[in-house]
């Protein structure tokens, strides 16, 4: 799964991100900002 997005990952979007990652280690996620 792919996320853009114009700012960096605030830290507590990126806890949710480790969050999933955690419940669901078969789905890949890149976030990718400029």
Do not use: D
């Amino acid at each position: 799964m792919n996320i853009f997005t114009e700012l960096e990952p605030c830290s507590s979007c990126r806890s949710v991100i480790k969050q999933f990652n955690r419940a669901y280690p078969g789905i890949v996620v890149n976030v990718y900002w400029k």
